[in-house]
């Protein structure tokens, strides 16, 4: 379906919707049991059939694989277990001709230990590189310089006997972290950035882009107040010396006049804050990152008067002029079908396409995949690994291979895949969900066809009219089209009386049975359902 003409004067990451793809798990295209560049050409039909216009690729750079792509040891070259750089320019060019845009991660807070850079740095304290990474002397006393902690467990503090000092890493203590305060380090970062925007790249997602600075004076972090056992270790102490400082924003700005350099391209940051710090990542006069990340449906109860509450601070938070943005899903964390059900998935796809904002898929949720079952021997997640046995703390359970049929290895290899499958490939799949009229991919496809041909859902205004007896329905509007939107939060029926969506036709429903209905003033909705009123056709 195109797009519908009004909506061609936004840019393309304002109106359109964006696919993270994960490599290691899209498809092999070698028969070496992990993802590559090769699988991934030979199935960006699937993405076209579905309705995206972008795809967010994690990364495929030279790497030790410490932690999956995210321990870059060479960033303007490609890992040899997923390809070439020819097979990424080639990517990148048929991506283009099927209509698509093309984001990859830049990962500028951290890079592998055996990076070249790090490899310099840690040689003597008197090197070029010497002052490109967070070093410290130890602690007067001996021992790490401060209380600083990891995110996947321990100190963050790990020890160079070369210069007799610690260098701090956020992550593994194979990430050791950058040092953005050195003009060097963010010139050669931005050189990275030229480096693919000038293959064809159409803008970076920013990994942990509110961890990039940490406190000058290296201050301990107070402890938490709300640190409950069972948590991670990391949340015992409050993180505000070495994340969310206020003058980050004044890196992601240079990263921002980076992109600048080059037409039509985008930024979207990696943060897990409340609403007003993910705003201020907008910059002032929106010079900062273009789609700071709203990840709130990650980490707030799925709950009617939440969601509300949600979506009206976050359009009182943004600078004027801003976009939103929401995302269920990504690698990090449980995947939705898991934390709210298949029911209930179902009407957080139906709000995910329909919100203002740009709509961000993980890969998998379009099938309604849930978290995959990995037993203790074939855990691959670092993070996992160091702190075992924590609540949704086993990253691998979202990175499970994409199924594409019924067949032993789902067509994703021909031999036994990275991680294992989830148990339910043989029917939960592209292939035969692609025959069910009302599979969760059926669904997907039919709410982004909705939202191209309609300018109202694409980029219009938004209205909250309730978030009250489990019910969330809002308005959406531009120019003449009118849309009400209700979702029933409950597994019982509900209704909600919405004197604006009287007289309404139901064009889409979370099921099938009900469009072509018009409504009244009270909406009724069965348990867990969502509809799609218009208002005008």
């Keep these: 379906m195109q797009v519908h003409p009004a909506s061609l004067a936004e840019p393309w990451w304002k109106r359109g919707v964006i696919y993270n793809l ?137 020890w160079c006997e070369e210069r007799g000092q610690y260098w701090y890493h956020a992550f ?149 002029g801003a976009w939103p943005n929401w995302i269920f899903g990504n690698p990090d964390n449980p995947r939705v079908a898991s934390r709210l059900g298949p029911a209930q998935a179902r009407v957080a796809a139906v709000f995910l396409f329909t919100a203002r904002g740009t709509p961000i898929v993980w890969q998998g949720d379009e099938l309604g995949l849930t978290n995959g079952v990995v037993p203790p021997e074939r855990v691959r997640d670092p993070q996992e690994k160091q702190e075992p046995g924590l609540v949704d703390h086993n990253r691998d359970i979202a990175r499970t291979p994409m199924p594409w049929d019924g067949t032993t290895h789902a067509g994703f290899s021909t031999v036994e895949p990275w991680l294992p499958l989830t148990p339910d490939h043989a029917s939960v799949n592209v292939a035969a969900e692609e025959r069910d009229p009302r599979s969760m991919l059926s669904l997907h496809r039919r709410l982004i066809a909705l939202r191209r041909a309609h300018p109202a859902l694409a980029i219009g205004d938004v209205t909250v009219l309730t978030g009250a007896n489990d019910v969330l329905a809002y308005e959406r509007r531009h120019g003449g089209e009118r849309f009400v939107v209700a979702l029933n939060f409950a597994h019982a029926a509900r209704s909600a009386t919405l004197t604006e969506a009287a007289g309404g036709r139901i064009v889409l429903t979370s099921g099938l049975d009900r469009e072509g209905e018009t409504v009244g003033e009270v909406v009724r909705l069965a348990a867990d359902e969502a509809v799609v009123i218009a208002l005008t056709e």
């Design 172 to 320: 593994l203590a194979e990430q050791p972290d950058l040092n953005w305060r050195n003009p060097a380090v963010a010139a050669a970062m931005h050189d990275v950035m030229r480096f693919w925007l000038r293959r064809g790249i159409d803008g970076f997602r920013i990994d942990a882009m509110w961890h990039l600075l940490k406190d000058p004076l290296f201050r301990d972090n107070p402890p938490n107040p709300d640190f409950k056992p069972g948590e991670p270790a990391i949340r015992e102490l409050l993180q505000i010396r070495i994340a969310d400082l206020p003058e980050t924003v004044d890196v992601v700005r240079g990263f921002r006049r980076v992109l600048d350099e080059f037409p039509d391209r985008a930024t979207i940051g990696e943060l897990y804050l409340d609403f007003d710090r993910i705003c201020a990542y907008y910059g002032a006069a929106l010079d900062g990152c273009n789609l700071p990340f709203n990840l709130h449906l990650i980490m707030d109860p799925w709950k009617a008067d939440v969601v509300a509450r949600a979506i009206e601070t976050y359009e009182a938070a943004l600078p004027e």
């Design 22 to 158: 994960y490599p290691c798990s899209y498809m092999d295209g070698n028969g070496d049991g992990w993802g590559d560049i090769a699988g991934i050409r030979s199935r960006l039909d699937h993405l076209v059939r579905l309705g995206i216009d972008a795809i967010w690729m994690s990364p495929v750079f030279v790497s030790p694989m410490k932690d999956f792509g995210y321990d870059v040891a060479d960033h303007t070259a490609i890992g040899p277990q997923f390809g070439t750089l020819a097979e990424m320019d080639a990517l990148i060019a048929e991506v283009h001709d099927r209509g698509m845009k093309l984001m990859i991660d830049f990962v500028p807070n951290h890079t592998s230990d055996q990076h070249p850079w790090f490899l310099e740095s840690r040689a003597s304290r008197d090197n070029p590189r010497a002052d490109w990474y967070v070093w410290h002397d130890p602690a007067p006393g001996g021992g790490p310089p401060n209380n600083w902690r990891s995110l996947f467990g321990g100190s963050a503090w790990a």
